[in-house]
């Protein structure tokens, strides 16, 4: 069982940067996809992007080129780093986990979530 605790939301500016953290319990096995998503008030939740076992990175249409996912084996953490943020990225941001490779931004296929940290871009 791999246990979830996201931090670094906040309230920030059109054009304005956030990093959040994901700290999980059992990140020291390196054979887990972890991935980002979100979700907005009356909307569907979405895939931002994901980190693969093989260290290869997804992204969203929507977020390429200004955010970055990243992971640190070392501190047990995942990252998102966010610039150039739009109002449109306001959302409760969900970090999530699943043993093996990917296969893509796909709610379904992940079996782990963290209770999620907001985002709020004005």
């Known amino acids: 069982h791999v246990q979830l605790v996201e931090s670094g939301g906040g309230s920030v500016q059109a054009g304005g940067s956030l990093r959040l953290s994901c700290v999980a319990s059992?990140?020291?096995?390196?054979?887990?996809?972890m991935g980002w998503f979100r979700q907005a008030p009356g909307k569907e939740r979405e895939g931002v992007a994901a980190?693969?076992?093989?260290?290869?990175?997804t992204y969203a249409d929507s977020v390429k080129g200004r955010f970055t996912i990243s992971r640190d084996n070392n501190k047990n953490t995942l990252y998102l780093h966010m610039n150039s943020l739009k109002p449109e990225d306001t959302a409760m941001y969900i970090c999530?986990?699943?043993?093996?490779?990917?296969?893509?931004?796909?709610?379904?296929?992940?079996?782990?979530w963290g209770q999620g940290t907001q985002v709020t871009v004005s």
């Open positions: 999530a986990a699943r043993p093996g490779s990917c296969y893509g931004l796909v709610e379904g296929y992940f079996g782990f």
């Open positions: 980190f693969d076992v093989e260290e290869t990175t």
């Open positions: 059992e990140l020291t096995d390196r054979s887990l996809c």
